[in-house]
């Protein structure tokens, strides 16, 4: 498979930084330029022919990077005028003749630490005539955001410029594409044209399969001063590298109800969710370390007939969009809908069941697991409840208790955590600090 690094923006917001004197891409991190992590990330996994798609100062690109040969890979160059710069997108028609087959694309301006044989597996099994790497960010309310169906099949896009007076999902583009040729359909001359709105958009009012492969792996645009800050300490840290998904991942797991939003009883209705002082701080915490934020939650209301999955599916976005108004966001989230006992009014029988999901048995921890090859034993679980110590304990993890929600109170399980914390602030601070 052949990768496109689109590489020709000039890159006005960080104009102060690069002094107008080198491209974008070619911004160092690390010793080395933005566009040499990408190649040399593409090279791990057995990408050995690039095309980049240069513009403004291109010709620094080319006397650097020339044929590729010192890299060890093939690369060629399309070049568009500076004067006359084609978009995200319009520069692909020149693309027709030396692609016949499907190829990954990447945004130039994007610092990534990516294992591209787990996305170039998923885009062949779902046999996609598109794929996204999409992943939640800490600024989704200015973000276009993505929306998917339960297999992760694109239904749209929702603009920034929406006035979101609703919940959602933060899921958002990445800067990372892979395409069947079936995109040239849609560019048939090189004009000035958007890729997500002009192309992508298009791709799905004519029913072409968009997928979207979310992914926990370091992805950060580098568009402006901060970001690029930003990305520098996350390189010297070590966090670029570790999360990205060829290595073991590292977690802390959070409870839900009286750990991360206020203890309300059995909350069923979005309008209860009101997060604690300080959660969204402490997420911020964790979203700035190597560490993975995942949320596991008992939820019996729904075998208790309170609560449809629909309404809780609801709850979760209220979620995700009071922590990402404030800038935080969780990686991912699972929940058990069963309770063993029977007799409410309204129960969904199939649901009253045991189960291996259930805190304090450990089911959504191995599904998690699982899916972002996280390894348990150097992982934390944060709770307010014996139940979410109980689970630490069985699945062979550190834990540390919150003095709000139900405080250990609950009398299930006589358990002693690794530490306790006032809140979840404190709480991430401490498994920040811990030797795992």
Not at 204 to 216: A, N, P, Q, R
């Amino acid at each position: 498979m052949k990768a496109v690094i689109q590489a020709g923006g000039k890159g006005t917001r960080i104009s102060s930084v690069t002094q107008d004197e080198i491209p974008k891409p070619m911004l160092m991190v690390g010793g080395a330029p933005i566009l040499e992590h990408q190649i040399e990330c593409l090279k791990k996994s057995n990408i050995d022919e690039i095309i980049i798609i240069i513009g403004y100062l291109g010709e620094k690109i080319k006397s650097y990077f020339g044929s590729g040969e010192k890299h060890g890979i093939k690369i060629s160059y399309i070049e568009e005028s500076p004067e006359n710069p084609l978009g995200t997108a319009g520069s692909l028609f020149y693309l027709k003749e030396k692609i016949k087959e499907d190829f990954i694309l990447i945004f130039g301006d994007v610092f990534l630490s990516v294992d591209f044989n787990k996305i170039i597996n998923f885009h062949k099994e779902n046999q996609s005539d598109a794929t996204l790497l999409t992943h939640p960010n800490s600024h989704p309310y200015d973000s276009d955001l993505v929306l998917v169906d339960k297999n992760n099949k694109v239904i749209k896009f929702d603009s920034k410029n929406n006035i979101r007076d609703y919940d959602y999902k933060n899921l958002v583009n990445s800067g990372i594409y892979i395409f069947s040729t079936k995109i040239f359909e849609y560019i048939l001359e090189p004009k000035k044209v958007g890729l997500e709105h002009g192309v992508i958009a298009k791709m799905l009012e004519f029913g072409d399969k968009i997928y979207s492969y979310k992914s926990t792996e370091y992805v950060k645009d580098m568009g402006t001063p901060e970001r690029y800050e930003s990305v520098n300490r996350d390189f010297e840290k070590g966090i670029c590298v570790n999360r990205n998904l060829e290595n073991k991942q590292k977690c802390i797991f959070l409870d839900r109800d009286g750990t991360i939003n206020e203890l309300v009883g059995f909350l069923n209705k979005k309008e209860q969710l009101k997060l604690l002082k300080n959660a969204a701080k402490a997420i911020k915490l964790i979203n700035n370390s190597d560490y993975l934020c995942i949320v596991i939650t008992n939820q019996p209301v729904i075998a208790r007939g309170e609560c449809t999955f629909k309404e809780m599916e609801e709850i979760n976005k209220r979620l995700e969009t009071l922590l990402g108004n404030e800038g935080a966001y969780i990686d991912g989230l699972y929940f058990c809908p069963h309770h063993p006992d029977k007799g409410f009014k309204g129960e969904v029988p199939e649901l009253k069941k045991k189960c291996d999901c259930r805190k304090p048995e450990i089911g959504m921890v191995l599904k998690a697991a699982a899916d972002f090859n996280i390894d348990i034993k150097k992982s934390v679980m944060i709770g307010d409840s014996t139940l979410d110590i109980k689970l630490a304990e069985n699945a062979n993890m550190k834990s540390v208790l919150v003095m709000t929600g139900e405080k250990g109170n609950d009398n299930k399980y006589n358990i002693t955590p690794t530490d306790v914390a006032q809140d979840i602030y404190e709480a991430v601070q401490k498994c920040l600090k811990m030797n795992i």
